[in-house]
């Protein structure tokens, strides 16, 4: 048995061939050609969708004894093969008579998405797959038995076995039947709390089949193995172990794999891989009723979770003149702009009548998040009048550390007679906030 530089099985001198059969791979690590003139096509998500053989001769041109296109549903599921045959570059003659063919050779028939049939060019022939998924009857590791019969079908779990190479095709490798292992190694890295975790020895081999336990566990895609129908799902650690293909669900899955989440320190949650991740930072705009028409905007940057005076985790951004203001003051001092971590300029956590406006989420390192935040309130003037009426205002601050923030505003500004320009209004006209549209330089 011979590799290249992937660790791709290139040569294999067992499985009743004379010699040893040769393989040559694509980029991607699957089968591109066999010994004996035998080529395929793959697109992406490895399904198989060429197959051809090739016979040289000379003086004479190569010829294409096999051309076989596989056509799969949207699903995943094969659905047949067509032959196809005639001179490929000549589709019609002089008279329109047809070189190119296509003719259905096998079809397969499905029920509750399992394999109940096949159709073999002239006939159906409807059976039923065992606890594996496999097709007749075989030894532990996919030898047929009592003796082997024809290939080009399914059979062991599924799995499609080539009549040319003697493998099965598993989608994204090749099985060696009889050999428990696959030609190609596992493409999935260790990872902790899984099948594939270091502490399991048997996943150190990648090329095994099912962690060498072949009555237990199945394939059926070449990349995970999982429990069969009727094996025993107690020690599953992940929704693939109890797999989709059998409709098996992990009844004690330890925590953090399978739909039991992991405990994890407050403002952090399981990713469902069994890892504590940081929970997604929300921003809020909301507003208050001041005087009169009159509304004050402001705005809460929190990571999901935190409560108000959570140390770097919870931000009240707003501002206000720098001195009390009394009704038809015009002018109350300069603009201010405040950050809390409990309450607002206004103390708008504690008062029942604060309306959210939208909520957004925003993503990034809390670190570079808690900057962003200090750097948008550090970048407003604190030399510009305020005008409650005209703006600059509170509301004008909203809208200049959203703009700093890089936030875009779901809401549109529109002007009415007697109403300053770039007022927003929500709600109708009853509601209108002076200042917005305003950037604070």
């Given at each position: ?68 296109i ?55 022939t ?65 990872k902790?709390?899984?099948?594939t ?45 109890c ?14 794999r ?5 405990a ?30 009159y ?27 720098s ?12 603009v201010?702009?405040?950050l ?25 390192p ?12 550090s ?40 109403i ?18 305003q950037?604070?330089?």
């Amino acid at each position: 048995m011979t590799t290249q530089n992937n660790g791709n099985i290139t040569g294999v001198t067992t499985g009743g061939y004379c010699g040893t059969q040769i393989y040559s791979y694509d980029v991607s690590n699957r089968i591109a050609t066999a010994q004996g003139g035998v080529q395929y096509s793959y697109v992406p998500g490895n399904k198989r969708v060429w197959k051809g053989i090739l016979q040289y001769s000379t003086p004479t041109p190569n010829t294409l004894t096999t051309d076989v296109i596989t056509f799969w549903s949207v699903t995943g599921q094969k659905l047949g093969d067509y032959n196809m045959t005639g001179d490929p570059t000549i589709v019609y003659t002089t008279s329109y008579t047809l070189k190119l063919t296509f003719a259905l050779a096998t079809a397969n028939y499905y029920f509750g998405g399992k394999q109940i049939g096949k159709f073999n060019g002239s006939t159906v022939t409807y059976a039923g797959s065992d606890r594996l998924g496999s097709f007749g009857k075989y030894y532990p590791w996919g030898q047929e038995k009592p003796s082997a019969t024809g290939n080009n079908t399914e059979k062991f779990t599924g799995y499609f076995r080539d009549a040319e190479t003697g493998l099965d095709y598993a989608q994204n490798r090749y099985h060696q039947p009889g050999m428990g292992r696959f030609m190609t190694p596992d493409p999935y890295t260790a990872k902790t709390g899984g099948a594939t975790s270091p502490t399991v020895p048997a996943s150190w081999n990648r090329y095994a089949y099912v962690l060498g336990d072949p009555e237990n566990l199945v394939d059926p895609t070449g990349n995970y193995s999982c429990a069969a129908a009727g094996a025993d799902c107690s020690g599953c650690v992940s929704p693939e172990d109890c797999c989709d293909k059998f409709g098996l669900e992990c009844p004690n899955p330890p925590p953090g794999r399978g739909g039991n989440p992991k405990a994890c320190p407050p403002l952090t949650h399981d990713d469902g891989n069994g890892n504590c991740v940081p929970n997604p930072w929300i921003l809020e705009v909301g507003y208050l009723p001041v005087v009169g028409e009159y509304n004050h905007l402001y705005i809460e940057v929190f990571q999901q979770g935190a409560s108000p005076g959570t140390p770097d985790a919870f931000y009240v951004l707003d501002g206000g003149p720098s001195h009390l203001c009394s009704v038809g003051v015009a002018v109350c001092g300069d603009v201010q702009a405040w950050l809390s971590t409990t309450t607002g300029h206004l103390d708008e956590l504690r008062d029942p009548s604060a309306i959210d406006f939208f909520d957004t989420t925003i993503s990034g390192p809390d670190a570079a998040i808690q900057a962003d935040v200090n750097l948008a309130v550090s970048l407003l003037s604190l030399n510009i009048a305020y005008n409650p009426i005209l703006g600059p205002n509170s509301n004008s601050v909203v809208y200049t550390l959203l703009w700093e923030l890089g936030i875009g505003i779901p809401i549109t500004m529109t002007t009415q007679l007697g109403i300053p320009v770039g007022t927003m209004y929500f709600n109708g006209a009853s509601q209108y906030f002076t200042g917005w549209g305003q950037i604070l330089p």
